[in-house]
């Protein structure tokens, strides 16, 4: 995991949004590699190993995802470097590509397919929720079938920041008090956080 990314991570646990502090025991560059991450308020641990932050709990299966690289960053409105942007599900399997499209922008993978792990240019974070700090994110895309279930809407419209985008690849648009919609098409939404989120 980025270093750099702990200072936009939170706790997972249901109290006011907290920091983690970071206990580093392997490092490779600017790559935690083993560690553990603690909260202050309510005093969890979460173990870092081989780069992957694991908030337990079992997140769904990821169905496969037809969103191109190219479209995805379209989509999501990336333009320039810098800042994180989050990729849930299946859509992060084509991470590489999507690097070499933007570059300078780093990507985080939450729950990604088998096979995608840590590497320079990608976190991995495993869990139940986004445990991101709200208003921090460039941009969030929900694969199937995050993108169909209200609680990992509403976690990619509190951690996008304000104006941004969230895009979603799946069966049903968002709840409109949620996300509102800028696009729908071919099974994919784009939108932006309601008003009453920003």
Not at 112 to 122: F, H
Not at 148 to 158: F, G, L, M, T
């Amino acid at each position: 995991m980025f270093i750099e990314l702990t200072d936009h991570l939170r706790c997972p646990a249901s109290h006011e949004e907290s920091f983690l502090v970071l206990l580093p025991d392997r490092m490779e560059g600017r790559s935690v590699r083993t560690g553990h991450l603690g909260c202050p308020v309510c005093g969890r641990a979460f173990e870092l190993a081989d780069g992957v932050l694991d908030l337990g709990g079992r997140p769904p299966g990821a169905a496969p995802s037809a969103l191109e690289p190219d479209a995805l960053a379209a989509l999501a409105g990336l333009s320039g470097p810098g800042g994180y942007f989050v990729l849930v599900g299946a859509p992060a399997a084509r991470w590489r590509e999507l690097s070499e499209l933007q570059p300078g922008v780093s990507l985080v993978a939450v729950n990604p397919v088998s096979g995608v792990g840590d590497e320079p240019g990608l976190s991995v974070i495993r869990g139940e929720m986004l445990p991101l700090k709200s208003k921090t994110m460039r941009g969030v895309v929900l694969g199937r079938p995050y993108s169909d279930d209200r609680h990992w809407v509403e976690e990619a419209a509190r951690v996008v920041l304000p104006g941004l985008r969230v895009v979603g690849e799946g069966a049903a648009e968002p709840d409109p008090a949620v996300v509102e919609l800028m696009a729908s098409a071919g099974g994919v939404w784009v939108g932006s956080p309601h008003r009453s989120l920003r």
